[in-house]
């Protein structure tokens, strides 16, 4: 079972975490991601979400493998943490590919346990479409809780200006 699996790894030395819930109650499992979701920030560690498996092992041979997963564990994932911080620049760099990409620079900013400074903006017609502007202050969080990105507009400011595309290229400095 699950509990004898838990038991095993505590007696031998495994970090594992306090928490686990046995239970076959639809509502006390959801009633447990969210005290899970409510103490994510007091974590010592960073999770974006919590797993949900079948505790019974007969029962996890009949429901069997998809060529990646498990079809008897379920990945139950967090809605992603958004914060607001001052968009202090936009840079231009050239990607391995040759592309030019704008890079948010970001007032620092704590986001998921990371100081957040910069963000990616994929490209210069998503920049006019949020209608992001440097020093406004955006929304920002991390993408599957990994890649700090802009989600919108917080607030322009009266120093709010816009975001001017490159005519020269910022390496080679050629048209």
């Not at 959801?30 to 949900?52: M, T, W, Y």
């Not at 079948?54 to 996890?60: E, F, G, K």
């Not at 100081?115 to 949020?130: D, G, M, Q």
């Not at 607030?155 to 005519?167: I, L």
């Amino acid at each position: 079972s699950g509990k004898e699996m838990i038991d095993f790894l505590k007696e031998n030395k495994f970090k594992i975490s306090d928490y686990y819930l046995l239970t076959d109650d639809k509502n006390q499992l959801i009633k447990s991601l969210d005290n899970i979701q409510e103490k994510r920030p007091k974590l010592d560690f960073l999770i974006d979400g919590a797993v949900i498996k079948v505790n019974d092992t007969a029962l996890r041979e009949v429901l069997g493998f998809t060529e990646k997963f498990p079809r008897w564990a379920m990945a139950f994932k967090f809605p992603a943490e958004e914060v607001t911080t001052t968009l202090l620049d936009v840079i231009w760099q050239v990607s391995r590919t040759g592309k030019i990409n704008p890079i948010a620079i970001l007032d620092p900013v704590d986001l998921a346990g990371v100081t957040v400074s910069r963000a990616t903006l994929s490209n210069y017609s998503e920049i006019k479409r949020k209608d992001i502007k440097i020093n406004s202050r955006v929304f920002i969080r991390r993408s599957n809780d990994v890649i700090p990105e802009i989600t919108g507009i917080a607030e322009h400011t009266d120093k709010s200006v816009d975001v001017v595309a490159p005519v020269v290229c910022p390496a080679c400095g050629s048209k």
